[in-house]
């Protein structure tokens, strides 16, 4: 990551306000969202916009000049421009002509992506930004923090400063004020303006209709006050029918500020009527900036189904604590480190998708089911080709996808790690794990890995055989956990194998944008499992799961090996997470685990990759519930607890502090234990528990289920 970018990072996080206020903000969205979204089938309404933005983006040619013709054929001046200097001059143009010496604007990204206002302003023309949000940041001169609230990083005290310098009054920090005095100023321009300049949320090539979503009125002055409107409208807000703008319609306010509907919806059809009398003169420009260049991707052409309502920004456990002027550039977030690599090219983006934690959180709730986390992984790939990582980096991949190397190198660290080790714990740190362990404690490696305690574990021979994934934490950290996955599925007269040439799933490579990487994993795992002859392949790190029954296929291809990516396929398909697995088992009867044994009251987190890419995030609850365990759902369990594999490492400030929120949620249920599913998660969680010297025990759901049968032997 560029120095400077972690700087950034660093002081947002320093910042005194700023992450209070977007976690304010975040948690009441979750809350407010979820009301909204109340009654509406949230899955059918997405894929009906991603269908119909989908189909757009692949006739965006077609489309634009449907759109041109009928917006033309009702007296609107349609131009098609695709650089950001040509939509700068043709404005000046229309400004020179008119002798405009001030211009009103709406909320608008695609002229904050051409980098407008300076150009008016250079020319001697008056820019005044009419969105309340967009006027605060303009008086601040700065750039949006948020797609749809530009301001939110600033506090009411920072607004009332500004509004004082504006006015020449002191004013008190007391918002019906403050509102006020912006309606006071702003009121006069829309009516002296020349010209107003507005954006689109969607554009209708069946009818040449501009559809413009505000809560304020503002849009629909500037679009009708002024003897000249221009609309500076990116190609990628085309919709074929006029029908298509109801789903986009029916998601933009739920998902962009949980409302059920915008305060004002305008669609504009043709020039308005001018207050003096006569139409109005309309300009719409049709602006592309590499939008077509995107609809021809395969991959990236997936970008252009977004509506822009930021819900990927309001969800994201990494823009709530350093802010979209860390984040992002004009675009901020997940979907903005998309377009930033897109439109302005892979130097703009550099670093930014390395702020992405990877939780898919923003998927979760994208109403144009928009899959950002595979995005943001690509851009991490092309970045990697544009810009190798860090040799050190690469380094430390390359052994990772080497089992022999890999596996080498920890049984080594065991022993060098002696005179440091304190207990299951690291007591002293090696200078370059000295940012990793702020305010978590790392662990020591084990002693004696699970590979080589497995021939040791006493089973029953039996007909029903599984085949055991540990990955590398349960292999050489945590095999505790193993053993106690062991000893359940024994408990169901299940005999459990572990094919010792079995290595890393390959998510740290893929997670880097490293593909060969990757796919050496994959290639190594299905050899080992492949000659397994068992039923099913269990693991017990989501993480891990994922990787096997999804990225392994899918990286093999990639390296155009299609007999083996065929044989990853049917490891895949017999692959399982435990608790879902071990679910099953007790449907069937072939396993009870004891009631009322006495666990203690336990908190669940949920980890990312359980809930949002397996879906599994019920089994466990489901199994320690019917094991009698009192369950004490924790406020935000499915929030990300920043662990996030090597992310912690690269990026320890950030995993830090999202760290700590996790605790206080922990905390607040007065549990005595935290349940989870993935070691990755227990890794952090654990360590932070022992570093704030908390009395919580931390164990993953096999081992709290383990020591229920133990009770019972």
């Known amino acids: 990551m560029p120095s400077d970018l972690r700087q950034q990072v660093r002081r947002a996080l320093e910042h005194p306000h700023l992450s209070a206020a977007l976690t304010r903000f975040s948690e009441d969205y979750r809350t407010s969202r979820a009301r909204a979204y109340e009654g509406v089938d949230f899955e059918a309404l997405r894929e009906r916009i991603a269908a119909r933005k989908a189909d757009a983006a692949q006739r965006l040619d077609e489309l634009a000049a449907r759109f041109a013709a009928a917006a033309s054929a009702r007296g609107a001046q349609v131009v098609r421009l695709h650089e950001p200097a040509e939509v700068r001059n043709y404005v000046l143009g229309v400004a020179r002509r008119h002798g405009a010496r001030l211009v009103v604007k709406s909320k608008s990204m695609a002229t904050e992506e051409i980098h407008f206002n300076a150009t008016l ?75 107003g300049i507005t954006g689109a949320n969607i554009a209708v090539a069946e009818t040449g209709s501009l559809v413009i979503c505000t809560n304020e009125g503002n849009a629909r002055l500037v679009a009708t006050l002024p003897p000249v409107h221009i609309a500076v409208v990116g190609v990628e807000k085309l919709v074929e029918r006029f029908e298509d703008i109801e789903p986009i319609l029916a998601a933009l306010p739920r998902s962009a500020t949980a409302q059920q509907i915008t305060s ?41 189904q977004c509506i822009r309502c930021a819900s990927c920004l309001n969800v994201c456990p990494v823009y709530r604590l350093v802010g979209g002027h860390v984040f992002g550039k004009v675009y901020t977030g997940a979907i903005g480190t998309v377009l930033t690599a897109c439109i302005e090219g892979w130097h703009a983006s550099r670093g930014l998708e390395q702020l992405c934690i990877q939780c898919a959180a923003c998927r979760e709730v994208c109403p144009a089911n928009i899959d950002l986390p595979e995005l943001i992984l690509e851009v991490r790939r092309r970045a990697a080709d544009v810009a190798p990582l860090p040799v ?9 996808s080497s089992r022999r190397a890999f596996h080498a190198l920890l049984r080594a660290a065991s022993l060098v790690q002696k005179p440091l080790a304190d207990g299951p714990f690291l007591r002293h740190l090696p200078l370059f794990l000295t940012e990793a362990g702020r305010n978590r404690r790392l662990p020591a490696l084990a002693e004696t890995p699970l590979r080589d305690r497995f021939p040791q ?105 299609h007999d083996l990516a065929g044989r990853a396929e049917h490891l895949a398909a017999k692959t399982a997470d435990f608790s879902a697995f071990i679910r099953q088992l007790v449907e069937e009867g072939a396993l009870r685990l004891p009631a009322g044994a006495g666990l203690p009251p336990l908190t669940y987190h949920d980890s990312c990759h359980l809930k949002r890419t397996l ?26 607890c920043g662990m996030g594999g090597s992310y912690s490492l690269k990026m320890p400030e950030v995993s830090s502090a999202m760290l700590a929120r996790k605790l206080r949620m922990i905390a607040a249920t007065e549990a005595a234990g935290v349940a989870l599913d993935c070691p990755g998660c227990l890794m952090q969680i654990r360590g932070g528990c022992a570093a704030a010297d908390e009395p919580v025990r931390v164990h993953h759901t096999a081992e709290w289920l383990a020591s229920l049968l133990e009770a019972t032997d």
């Not at 918002?175 to 009516?191: D, G, S, Y």
């Not at 004002?264 to 260049?293: C, F, K, N, W």
């Open 121 to 195: 302003e250079q020319a001697g023309i008056e820019v005044k930004e009419t969105d309340l949000g967009e006027w605060i940041v303009q008086l601040a001169r700065q750039r949006p923090s948020h797609m749809v609230l530009p301001a939110i990083h600033l506090t009411r005290d920072d607004v009332a400063g500004l509004f004082s310098r504006e006015v020449g009054e002191r004013l008190q920090a007391e918002i019906p004020r403050l509102v006020r005095t912006a309606r006071e100023q702003l009121r006069e321009k829309f009516l002296r303006a020349g010209i």
């Open 264 to 304: 004002y919806v305008s669609i504009l059809t043709g020039p308005a009527e001018a207050a003096e009398g006569g139409a109005q003169e309309m300009h719409i420009i049709l602006y592309d900036h590499r939008r077509i260049e995107m609809s021809e991707d395969p991959l990236f052409c997936q970008a252009l």
């Open 392 to 400: 050190a980096s690469r380094a430390a991949l390359s052994i990772v």
């Open 457 to 561: 574990l006493p089973q029953p021979r039996s007909e029903r055989r599984v085949a055991f994934f540990a990955g590398c934490l349960i292999d050489f950290v945590y095999p505790e956990i193993g053993e106690a996955v062991v000893r359940i599925l024994n408990r169901a007269g299940i005999e459990v194998v572990f094919p010792e040439k079995q290595t890393c799933c390959g998510a740290p490579a893929h997670f880097s944008g490293l593909p060969e990487a990757a796919a050496a994993n994959a290639r190594d795992n299905v050899e080992a499992f492949s000659g397994a002859g068992c039923e099913a392949v269990i693991s017990a790190c989501p993480t891990c799961t994922a990787a096997l029954s999804t990225d392994a296929p899918r990286a093999l291809r990639q390296q155009g090996e």
């Open 615 to 640: 879906h599994a995030e019920q089994p466990p609850r489901q199994l320690l519930r019917g094991a009698g365990c009192e369950l004490r759902e924790m406020q935000e369990s499915d929030v990300c």
